[in-house]
Nanobody, 116 residues
């Protein structure tokens, strides 16, 4: 059973930075795409950033230039570096892996709160 475990969330002031981690129980090469989503209270879950196994990346317009998705294949971990954080970035952040078996795998989520 593949598991994804997020970490790194927390409370940060506007303008601050956080780095989220998503550790996979197996090789991340098992996933065609690794992505970060977020869901704010009362809103739908939305794509934040995605990276294919070939390292092609895609970002939501709202985070372009501020967030960076990356991976460490040796550690089977995907990261989301978040800089210049805004209150609107407050949400639960989820890691998703799109498996080569056609299944979607989700982590349990990690809370990010941007507030002064």
């Amino acid at each position: 059973q593949v598991q994804l475990v997020e970490s790194g969330g927390g409370l940060v002031q506007p303008g601050g930075s956080l780095r989220l981690s998503c550790a996979a129980s197996g090789s991340i090469f098992n996933f065609v795409v690794m992505a970060w989503y977020r869901q704010a209270p009362g809103k739908q879950r939305e794509l934040v950033a995605a990276q294919s196994s070939g390292c092609v990346t895609n970002y939501a317009d709202s985070v372009k230039g501020r967030f960076t998705i990356s991976r460490d294949n040796a550690e089977n971990t995907v990261y989301l570096q978040m800089n210049s954080l805004k209150p609107d970035d407050t949400a639960v952040y989820y890691c998703k892996g799109s498996g080569r078996d056609g299944r979607a795998y989700w982590g349990q989520g990690t809370q990010v709160t941007v507030s002064s």
